[in-house]
């Protein structure tokens, strides 16, 4: 196979924004590497699927190392896997704690760091993290602390990485969605969802994977926290 064609890694890819990334890259003519734990091969010989717990350090080394062996290169790394716990502050449990820290934050160092490795050696590449708009705009309506300790230190961190990496030819990016239409969200629970956002409505997956794909393309953008929340972040 060819080493020219592109290649980006989708973690969480098995449903919702994840699933949704890797038909947009393959249709931009990406060849893709898919994760999520659960997730199986399909008949696409230029998608494949690594299952694993991306909080695990050996899944993300696997996930690299297959995707050079199989592909040669690494060009995007998408950092979509994540879990959300909204609750009180006071009723998190260790348990939740930790499947958070274990997810949202290990799930992004450990493959950020074999993925921008690999990038280095080429001096390009580009990295962008799903996080939430909830890190800018607490809501009393929605508590969810352990979101904004593991999603508001990705915003930090890629701000972070895009100052070290941006004269070495790596971009750094985030997305920070509202509240998406997700099958995390029950549809008896998006009338009431719908209003948590100015403009009156739920986003769409496809309006994330629109966000990705436009930073993918935005050559002179990085460091960006990309709020795509129908105006959640700038108030009510």
Do not use: C
């Not at 592909?71 to 348990?95: W, Y």
Request: charged share 20%; proline share 3%; net charge neutral.
């Amino acid at each position: 196979m060819s080493k020219e064609q592109k290649v980006a890694i989708v973690t969480g890819a098995s449903q919702g924004f994840g699933a949704a990334l890797v038909k947009a890259y393959r249709d931009r003519g990406y060849r893709v590497v898919a994760n999520s734990r659960s997730i199986t091969q399909g008949n696409d010989p230029d998608v494949l699927a690594v299952a694993g717990d991306i909080g695990n350090p050996a899944t993300a080394k696997r996930i690299v190392a297959e995707a050079v062996a199989r592909f040669g290169r690494v060009d995007t790394l998408i950092n979509n896997a994540g879990i959300f716990t909204a609750k009180p502050f006071n009723n998190f449990t260790e348990e939740d704690f930790a499947a958070n820290i274990s997810t949202n934050v290990a799930g992004f160092f450990y493959i950020t760091q074999y993925a921008t490795a690999e990038m280095l050696k080429q001096g390009s590449g580009h990295v962008v993290s799903i996080t939430t708009s909830l890190v800018d705009h607490a809501n009393s309506n929605v508590p969810s602390v352990l979101a904004s300790v593991t999603k508001g230190g990705l915003n930090a961190a890629t701000k972070s990485l895009a100052i070290e990496f941006a004269s070495r030819g790596i971009r750094v990016n985030a997305v920070a969605p509202g509240v998406m239409k997700t099958p995390m969200h029950a549809p008896e629970t998006h009338e009431w969802l719908a209003k948590l956002h100015p403009v009156g409505r739920m986003g769409e997956i496809k309006d994330i994977v629109d966000a990705v794909l436009f930073l993918e393309s935005a050559s002179f953008v990085t460091g960006e926290i990309l709020h795509v929340d129908g105006g959640q972040s700038a108030g009510h």
